[in-house]
Each structure stands twice: as C-alpha cells, then as structure tokens.
C-alpha cells in the first residue's frame, strides 16, 4: 500500500485519542514500546487486551475490549494477526462513533475489513507503524543517523 506523506501527517496530527489492540504490558514487545512513545509524543492511548485488562499503562486503565472505552477514539492501532482485524474492525465501528482512523501494524493487512471500514468514511493505514512514520515525517529519524527525507533547521 501506497499512502502520501501528507495523508500519514494528516492522520498523525488530527489524532489524539488511539486505541492500541494487542498491547503488551511487556517493555521488549513492540506493541508496548510503540504505545509508550505515541503516550511519550501526547497522545492519550488506551490499550486494549483482555489478558491484561485492569492493569494501567501510561496513566490508563487497559480494557479487554473497545466496547468498554469511555472516551472518544480518534484511532484504532491494530497490534493482532490478520485473521483478527475483521472482528476489530467491526467493533470499531459498531462502538467508537468519534472513530477516524484504523491503522494496522506492519505485517497486518486484511483487504475486505479496510473496504468496510473505508465505505464507512474511515481512513485505513495498513502494514504501517505509526511511530515509524511519526518519526519519520516530523524529523526524529535523524538523531538515530537516518535520513529522513525531510529538511529541518533542528539540530
């Protein structure tokens, strides 16, 4: 999948509440460290994982499913295998009505859940990492020695 930059700026900047499905309360597992730095950059992000449920994460409650979020999500970031992100996605739409965005991790992609979400007027970002790609617009990369592309008077 090809998405603009401007498209992934758009969506990193409009977002402020995301919803992390498949977080780890383990610090070496991705999907913990990328919540953290999405938490660490002010975004408020509630994980999801029935396993973990209860316990807090970055100042908030982890709950098992979406259903039982009581604030308005502006993201859904998918942390599952590609056989989950159909039932996911369906949540999503069924209890987030504030929802803008469904954004599936790298390696996570499912064609017929992104159309319906999609005809819904969601955008879908799919095998994607947000930190990755915040990172990389907004000029992080560089302290790491990569080249991000982007021209910045930072130093």
């Known amino acids: 999948m090809q998405y603009s930059d401007q498209l992934l700026k758009e969506v990193l900047k409009r977002t402020k509440v995301i919803a992390v499905v ?3 309360t383990n ?3 991705p999907s913990y460290y990328v919540a953290r730095y999405l938490s660490l950059r002010g975004y408020r992000v509630i ?3 029935p396993g973990a449920a209860g ?3 970055f100042g908030q409650k982890i709950v098992a499913g979406l259903a039982e ?3 308005p999500v502006d993201m859904v970031d998918i942390f599952r295998k590609p056989d989950a992100v159909p039932a996911i996605v369906d949540e999503a739409l069924e209890v987030l009505p504030d929802l803008r965005t469904i954004w599936m991790q ?3 992609e499912h064609a017929e859940a992104a159309a319906k979400a999609e005809a819904r007027g969601i955008t879908v970002i799919q095998n994607r990492c947000p930190k990755i790609e ?3 617009l907004f ?3 560089r302290m790491g020695g990569f080249s991000t592309g982007i021209i910045s008077s930072k130093l």
Do not use: D, H, K
Request: zero cysteines; proline letters at 4%; hydrophobic letters at 40%.
């Open 22 to 24: 498949g977080v780890s």
């Open 55 to 57: 316990q807090m994460l």
């Open 27 to 29: 610090p070496v597992r």
């Open 106 to 108: 790298i390696g996570v």
């Open 139 to 141: 000029g992080e990369l």
């Open 69 to 71: 979020i009581n604030a």
């Open 47 to 49: 994980g999801v994982n």
């Open 134 to 136: 915040y990172q990389r």
